[in-house]
Structure formats: structure tokens, C-alpha cells
């Protein structure tokens, strides 16, 4: 019996890149025998709607073509479910890319990663009703990513880097109040971040040292800095450095409750709501098509075997 596939596009990903991406990779999919279901939501409710049908279905997978909002959505449709998740990187940030090997700026490798079928089961984070992959911001990134979203013009990640200057010029350090694993805290912080993996936004490493498999959930608090200090901390996000900063505070838990006046919760860059909102681990919840070997997984689930075993 043939393999088949469903590819779903997000035709907006990547400034509009994201459909001649999904064609180079539905084309070496093809080559290798593979049937491929083309899907392309015109919102984000019918692409939802179309991937849980291709799933009811029966499709060997779910490939989604587009960036972390993509895999975000596809989370929401796979999650507890034996259907195996694709990426073919066509976003911005692709961080969900960068954890599990795949090539970000070579579809037709990245749909060899489709193609070779090899499987590892992931923790997903849940927060409310939505689960999600990378990471939840509750803090100054969030706000910018408020602002960002207020803002016509320019396009891309300039947006967002004019958002940032913008923000800082009123940020103030916010009151948090937060419970880990059921222990209050309160306190002032620039920012409150839970990762299910290492990093957001292109590679930013703000919960370095998250693991996709461990069962738990990376609590990163940043004390209060100056903007100066903030300015100059945050290329080490890159790097992963800034946890050598002062200001920085690492907890590992199964569950936190973060409240704050004023914040909406993003995840994976998508908007979540207002705060307060619980997260809460969820282990093995997702199963994912990886390269060999995956980057940011433990020694526990480093691969579990090939789709359809």
C-alpha cells in the first residue's frame, strides 16, 4: 500500500514563501513514492478543520509547510494521537525545526526527513486548553509582541525589532505572583518565560537547557535590569550566556500559575490571552518526524523507531 501524506500550507509563512517551499517538498516527496495531500486552510479554523479530517483519514502524517505557528496549530490536532508530525520550515523563527535536526532553508532535505520516517515522542506544554511546543513568554517579550501586533507596517522582523525599542522606552519591571509545583512567590520581574524546549523568536535560547523529553517544564524568571542592561543582555539570548547574568532564575517543575496585571501570554507565537494562566508538562504527548540525531532531546526517547512501527 502506498504512503500518503497530508502537507499543509501556511501560504503566508515566510512572506509568502511558504507555498513554493510545500511544492519543492511535495515534489521530492512524490519522487520518493510518497502520496501527497495538499491542504491550505484560508484561516486558521479551516486549516485546522482540514488537518483533523486528513488524520480521521488515516494519513501516514501530518506535514505542516510554514513556520512555529504551523507546528503550533498542527500540536492542537496530533496531540495525545499515534499520527506523527512533519516540518517543512518556511517561517521566520522555526525554532521547532531547529530542535529536532531538520534543515531550515533546504525543503527538499527537510521533506528527506519526511521520507526516512523516524520517530521520537516529545513532551507538549499546556496551558489552559492549548498545547504548545516552544515556548510561552509572559513579560516585556509578550508586550512586544503586543505591541508588534498593533502595528501596521513595516513587515517581518523589523516589526518587531521596532516594537522592542518602542517598549523599552516605558517598560517597567511587573509584579508577578507565581505558584511552582504549588509554592507562592511573589515578585518583580522584566519577564516570566516557560519552555517546553530551549528557545523562541529565531533562536533566542531564553530557557537554555530545556529538553523536549524530561516530563518538565523550564521556568526562566529575569529580575529587574536597567534598559541599558537589558539592551546589552539580550544578544546573549543567542547564546544562551545571559544565564550567567544576575538577574537570571532557572526553576524545573511539572506545573506553574503565573499572574500579572496587564501581560497577555504568547506561546509559540501565537496569542494565548491575559494572564493569570497554569501550565502544566504534559509528557510523551507528541510524536515527531526527526533527523538523525535530534538536537534537543534527551537520552530517553532519542529515536523510537520509523513511522507506521
Do not use: K, W
Not at 146 to 151: G, L, P, S, T, V
Not at 231 to 238: A, D, E, G, K
Not at 287 to 298: D, H, K, N, W, Y
Request: glycine share 12%; with cysteine; hydrophobic share 40%.
Amino acid at each position: 500500500m502506498a504512503r500518503e501524506i497530508a502537507l499543509l500550507t501556511n501560504p503566508r509563512a515566510g512572506r509568502g514563501r511558504a507555498r513554493s517551499v510545500a511544492a519543492t517538498a511535495a515534489l521530492r516527496l512524490e519522487e520518493a513514492g510518497i502520496a501527497v495531500r495538499r491542504l491550505e486552510g484560508r484561516d486558521v479554523e479551516e486549516a485546522r478543520d482540514l488537518a483533523r479530517q486528513a488524520v480521521a483519514e488515516g494519513v501516514e502524517s501530518l506535514v505542516v509547510a510554514g513556520g512555529d505557528g504551523m507546528t503550533h496549530l498542527a500540536a492542537q490536532v496530533l496531540a495525545h494521537g499515534p499520527t506523527p508530525l512533519g516540518i517543512i520550515p518556511s517561517g521566520t523563527g522555526n525554532d521547532a525545526a531547529r530542535y529536532f535536526g531538520i534543515p531550515r532553508n533546504d525543503p527538499a532535505a527537510a521533506a528527506d526527513v519526511v521520507v526516512a520516517g523516524r520517530v521520537a515522542t516529545v513532551d507538549l506544554a499546556q496551558a489552559g486548553p492549548t498545547y504548545f511546543l516552544c515556548v510561552l513568554s509572559a513579560g516585556f517579550d509578550a508586550l512586544v509582541n503586543e505591541r508588534a501586533n498593533r502595528m501596521r507596517r513595516p513587515r517581518g522582523q523589523l516589526r518587531y525589532h521596532l516594537a522592542t525599542l518602542a517598549e523599552l522606552r516605558t517598560f517597567t519591571p511587573l509584579p508577578y505572583e507565581l505558584e511552582l509545583d504549588g509554592r507562592p512567590t511573589q515578585l518583580s520581574a522584566m519577564m516570566v518565560a516557560v519552555g517546553n524546549g530551549p528557545s523562541y523568536g529565531g533562536g533566542l535560547r531564553i530557557t537554555e537547557g530545556a529538553l523536549l523529553d524530561d516530563g518538565l517544564l523550564d521556568v526562566v524568571l529575569i529580575h529587574p535590569m536597567g534598559r541599558a542592561d537589558l539592551v546589552r543582555t539580550y544578544p546573549r539570548l543567542l547564546s544562551g550566556t545571559h544565564t550567567r547574568h544576575r538577574s537570571y532564575e532557572h526553576h524545573r517543575v511539572r506545573e506553574v500559575r503565573i499572574a500579572a496585571p496587564g501581560v497577555v501570554a504568547y506561546a509559540d507565537g501565537e496569542r494565548l490571552g491575559p494572564l493569570p494562566i497554569t501550565v502544566t508538562a504534559v509528557p510523551r504527548a507528541l510524536r515527531v518526524l526527526v533527523a538523525e540525531p535530534p538536537t534537543m532531546l534527551g537520552g530517553s526517547t532519542r529515536h523510537e523507531g520509523r513511522v507506521g512501527t
